[in-house]
Every structure is written in structure tokens, then in C-alpha cells.
């Protein structure tokens, strides 16, 4: 199952089509649900995993588990494992219900919107979802209940306040995707303004979103799309999160033509409300659940000024091999998003200020993969 968010189309919002919220595509012509296609492949990798090693006297480190002064630390260097910290958000809920019911009682106006809507029983001939209005949904999870088609909604829009960002994130080094969007809708500044309003939306539901699951619900191994890093901050019910450590070239690469493929670097955690988990961009992962538990996290998606080469090496490959992700991904989408990161490099070179970067040799680096982008092989 592919479920496809949709690209950083600003060249499309710019000519005032609505990309609207991230799209899903289903693929494939067996007569096979797609909530069978993702069992099948989530227990082939569930099975063979183990626990991440966290400790560097056993070899190689595999995931932290931090305090919130640790994970600063961190991310102010490049990420190149997932961290795992507590307590992450200021934004905290009131202990008289539960979380879902506060989300839709309190912060979502709309209950008429739709929101695709994912169901393990459609034949993976056709699309993994259908539409479904916020009121629907909402009766859907108001009673915590086993269902035999479970509902996956992945493209809710956060409305959340913004305190429900990861505090350690807030590092200036991992905002480089803000001023990715600074960059875009600055450029807008001749545009009929429903477009920019659009545009804006558009951005925010990449920087965040809301994802709600009732139990059962699996999603296949995949790699966010674009070269950006991802967060996931659980706010009720317990998440799997399964993920491909450290894997070679080569190990990728066999991954990218057969997502069963783990080489036996498959490691897992489980994570409770309040546990927020990021990892680097390409990292090839996996969301599952338990039966008959709902799950509602908040996740979100950044990008490093220490990690931008590995960003465009991974958005390069996810190119070159369409399946490695599970977004949708253009030409225009890959062109807007690494000319605004040329256009910040660029700019970043001419005041001198490239240390974050990795210095000059690696700004220059950036700008001849980019300027070569069609001819430029990652490394």
C-alpha cells in the first residue's frame, strides 16, 4: 500500500491549484485487501526484530533514550539515529476525558470536513481510502470498541496549539524546513491572496499533522518522502514503531526492490502517551498497532542544516526508486523544494555563515548536486 502525502507542490499552489491535504493512492492488481498486503509484511519484519542496542560499549548505537537536555544536545548535530525522549510538549490535556474526545470536542471546528480515510478492507487493486466527514470519524472513535475494518486517518490537519511542537527540536539547526517555508511564501508576495492562504495551509500540514488510528491498524515499511526527517509524539493508546537500523547501500537498495527485506537490522519500541520518537531522513520504517486500541499521536516533519546533503541524497534516491516512499513525489515538488534550499545556501555562503552547513567545502557540495540535480549521483 502506497499512502502517499502529497509533494511541496508550490509550483502548483502558485498557479492556484489546491493540493489539499496529502494524497493516498492504493496499487497493485491481485485481489488482495491492502490491509492483508501490509499484515503480511509487518509480521515478516515484527518477527525478526529485537530491541535498538543503546549502548555504545556493545557496538554500534541504534536509538536514544534521552532527557529533554540530551536530546537538545543532539539535535544540535546531525541525527543519524532515532531519539527517543519524555515529555516533549507543553500543550498538556485535561484528565477528565479522554485525548480523542478533547480533540474533536475542543480544537476541531469543522466536523463537517472530509479526510481520507483509510480501511484494511479494500482490495489493493484501488485506493486504500474513502472520504469520510470529521463527525463521522469522530462517532467512529468515540467508544473505545474492536472493529473488523479498522479506520486510519493520517491527513488530519493539527489544530492543535503550536506547544505541542517537541521541545528539544526547537533547536535553530533543525529548522531549516521553516525557512524552506519562509522562503516559498515570501516569494508569493504578487499572488491573489487565496493562493498564499493555500500555500500557508499547505506548508503547515507538512510541518504538522494529527494522526489517529483505531486498532489493527499496520502500515508498510516506507521512507518519508522529500529527504525530511519525521517526529511522532503520542497523545493516546500504545504505537509500534519499527524501523531498519543503519543499513548499508546495498541493504537499502534491496530493501527498495523488496520491502520484506531487513537483513537482520530490524529493531522496534513501543511507545506510551508522552514519548515522542524522530528519526533522519530515509530512514526505512513502519507504524503498527495492537487490536481493539485506539491510538491518537501528533507528528510532523523537519529538516537539519547539518544533514542536508544526506536530505538530498535520500530525496534523490526516493527519485530514482518511486516505491522507497510513501509520498508523492514530482519533478515540480523536488524542483521547488532544493531551489529554496539553493537559494538559502547560496545566501548562507555569501555572509560567511556556513559552519552549521559543514562548512564550505560542503555548502559548495550542496550547490553542485543541486545545480546538477539530473546528472547528480548520491554518494
Known amino acids: 500500500m502506497k499512502d502517499k502525502r502529497s509533494a511541496v507542490a508550490s509550483s502548483q499552489l502558485k498557479q492556484g491549484k489546491n493540493t489539499g491535504k496529502r494524497k493516498r493512492k492504493g496499487k497493485g492488481n491481485t485481489a488482495i485487501t491492502h490491509g492483508e498486503r501490509n499484515n503480511m509484511e509487518v509480521i515478516a519484519h515484527l518477527?525478526?526484530?529485537?530491541?535498538?542496542?543503546?549502548?555504545?560499549?556493545?557496538?554500534?548505537?541504534?536509538?536514544?533514550?534521552?532527557?529533554?537536555?540530551?536530546?537538545?544536545?543532539?539535535?544540535?548535530?546531525?541525527?543519524?539515529?532515532?531519539?527517543?525522549?519524555?515529555?516533549?510538549?507543553?500543550?498538556q490535556w485535561s484528565n477528565s476525558t479522554r485525548p480523542i474526545e478533547q480533540l474533536f470536542e475542543t480544537w476541531l471546528e469543522n466536523?463537517?470536513?472530509?479526510?481520507?480515510?483509510?480501511?484494511?478492507?479494500?482490495?489493493?487493486?484501488?485506493?486504500?481510502?474513502?472520504?469520510?466527514?470529521?463527525?463521522?470519524?469522530?462517532?467512529?472513535?468515540?467508544?473505545?470498541?474492536?472493529?473488523?475494518?479498522?479506520?486510519?486517518?493520517?491527513?488530519?490537519?493539527n489544530s492543535l496549539p503550536p506547544t505541542t511542537f517537541p521541545s528539544f527540536l526547537e533547536h535553530a539547526n533543525c529548522h531549516l524546513l521553516s525557512r524552506i517555508q519562509d522562503e516559498v511564501l515570501s516569494g508569493g508576495l504578487a499572488q491573489r491572496k487565496e493562493v498564499r492562504v493555500k500555500e500557508a495551509k499547505y506548508w503547515k500540514d507538512v510541518i504538522s499533522w494529527i494522526l489517529l488510528s483505531q486498532g489493527g491498524n499496520n502500515t508498510s515499511t516506507h521512507t518519508d518522502g522529500h529527504g525530511f526527517g519525521t517526529w511522532i509524539s503520542v497523545q493516546e493508546g500504545l504505537v509500534i514503531v519499527y524501523w531498519i537500523s543503519n543499513p548499508t547501500d546495498e541493504e537499502w537498495n534491496a530493501w527498495s526492490r523488496d520491502h520484506t527485506c531487513n537483513s537482520g537490522r530490524g529493531r522496534f519500541v513501543v511507545l506510551k502517551p508522552g514519548q515522542t520518537i524522530c528519526f533522519p531522513p530515509g530512514t526505512i520504517h513502519l507504524v503498527c498497532r495492537s487490536l481493539g486500541a485506539q491510538t491518537f499521536a501528533v507528528g510532523g516533519h523537519f529538516m537539519q542544516w547539518s544533514d542536508i546533503m544526506q536530505s538530498l541524497r535520500t530525496m534523490k534516491r526516493q527519485q530514482i526508486n518511486p516505491h522507497a516512499t510513501n509520498d508523492e513525489m514530482t519533478k515540480e515538488s523536488i524542483l521547488a523544494l532544493t531551489m529554496s534550499i539553493l537559494k538559502l545556501v547560496k545566501k548562507r555562503i555569501e555572509r560567511g555563515k556556513v559552519d552549521d552547513i559543514g562548512g564550505i567545502e560542503e555548502a559548495n557540495a550542496i550547490v553542485a548536486a543541486i545545480e546538477d540535480w539530473p546528472t547528480w549521483s548520491p554518494r
Open 47 to 91: 518477527k525478526e526484530s529485537s530491541p535498538p542496542n543503546t549502548n555504545p560499549s556493545r557496538g554500534k548505537v541504534e536509538a536514544h533514550f534521552c532527557t529533554t537536555a540530551e536530546a537538545k544536545a543532539l539535535a544540535g548535530s546531525t541525527i543519524t539515529v532515532p531519539i527517543i525522549a519524555q515529555g516533549q510538549q507543553t500543550f
Open 111 to 157: 466536523h463537517d470536513h472530509q479526510v481520507p480515510v483509510q480501511k484494511p478492507s479494500l482490495l489493493e487493486s484501488g485506493d486504500s481510502f474513502q472520504y469520510h466527514t470529521l463527525a463521522e470519524v469522530y462517532e467512529k472513535f468515540k467508544v473505545q470498541t474492536s472493529d473488523d475494518d479498522p479506520w486510519n486517518v493520517l491527513d488530519m490537519t
